[in-house]
């Protein structure tokens, strides 16, 4: 319904009796919330090139996005903004973002949480009590962690297993609630 495709066309596409268009593709994956790596890797699989280029922010191609993204969270400041990779880890972070840290944990807590990890920061047991509606919070990006994990990435695995080890992290929320309640 998200994607606004007929159940009868989306079954001749899954049965193979219809050949998924470019487009239909790019509307599932819109619909399902398929981050852009994996996109690529449907797209490839029907046949078609992959039009999502994958960089680390730190290669020479990006410098000029290194640059833009300093300047906006230097222009952002007092206000904290941080830069996170696809595994949650802060690459980039302004100074109104470090002195909230500082503000809400000890130096000997923030050293816990090192190297800085926005799923890690959220989860981990010194966080929760400064996060006034942390269950719901919580709930719903761990949610979001299981989407990203279904992509079959290592490392997005590995942090949901690590989350949802957490003292006091319910245990219900180590399954996946595939029905997006956010939307």
Known sequence: MRAGVSTRHLSFVESGRANASREMLHVLADALDVP????NALLGAAGF??????????????????RA??????????YPCIVLDRHWNVT?????????????????ELAQLQPLNAARLLFHPVMRPRVA?????AGSFVQRLHREALSGDIG?????????????????????????RCR
Do not use: F, H, I, T
């Open 49 to 66: 090139a992959q039009p999502y280029r994958e960089s680390e922010l730190d290669g020479a191609d990006l410098a000029a996005v290194r």
């Open 156 to 180: 997005s695995r590995a942090l949901l297993d690590e989350v949802c080890s957490m003292p006091d992290v319910p245990k219900r929320w180590r399954v996946a609630d595939l029905v997006c």
């Open 133 to 137: 509606n942390w269950e719901v919070a």
């Open 92 to 108: 980039l972070a302004n100074g109104g973002a470090l002195r909230m840290l500082a503000a809400l944990l000890s130096p000997d």
């Open 69 to 78: 993204l300093s300047s906006m969270l230097d222009r952002l400041d007092p």
């Open 36 to 39: 852009l790596r994996e996109r």
